[in-house]
């Protein structure tokens, strides 16, 4: 099993946060003859492409002499459980596949997910990386967007 490195992890939370944004992006105008639904997907991602925009300032930081954290084996496995999770990245995994997503409430549902795999990755790599602060700064995003969402889920159930 192939270990990743911190840049490589943080290089998949890029990628993530690319996808997010398409995703959101994608249900906007999916769903944009709903306004309310349509400002709350374009928000959602243009906050995802801040994130990237962290990331990358998280690994231009860290330059080539990064130290590899001690516990960096045990984070390794379990980030990898995460990536290779069916709401990640990679090759047949669900995420670049929006079209089984039919309604609002499935869109809500599938984003929450999304977002709660998301703060998982990002809470482990908090711990591996020497900016913390901002790492915990996204996370309290995540965590917001899963409220966002839920309270708009409960408003579809009205």
């Known amino acids: 099993m192939t270990v990743f490195s911190v840049k490589e992890v943080l290089e998949m939370a890029v990628q993530t946060e690319k996808l997010g944004a398409e995703f959101y992006t994608n249900m906007a105008a999916r769903f944009g003859e709903n306004e309310e639904f349509r400002k709350l997907f374009e928000m959602l991602a243009e906050q995802e492409r801040e994130h990237e925009n962290i990331f990358h300032s998280i690994m231009e930081k860290m330059g080539s002499s990064y ?9 390794a496995k379990y980030l990898r459980a995460i990536v290779e999770s069916e709401f990640f990245l990679g090759d047949g995994k669900v995420l670049p596949n929006f079209e089984h997503l039919k309604t609002a409430d499935d869109v809500i549902n599938y984003a929450i997910t999304f977002e709660k795999v998301t703060l998982l990755f990002y809470i482990e790599l908090r711990d591996i990386v020497d900016d913390k602060e901002a790492v915990y700064n996204l996370i309290n ?18």
């Open 67 to 75: 130290q590899m954290p001690e516990n960096w084996g045990e984070a």
């Open 141 to 158: 995003e995540e965590k917001g967007h899963i409220v966002w969402l839920s309270d708009y889920r409960k408003k579809l159930k009205v």
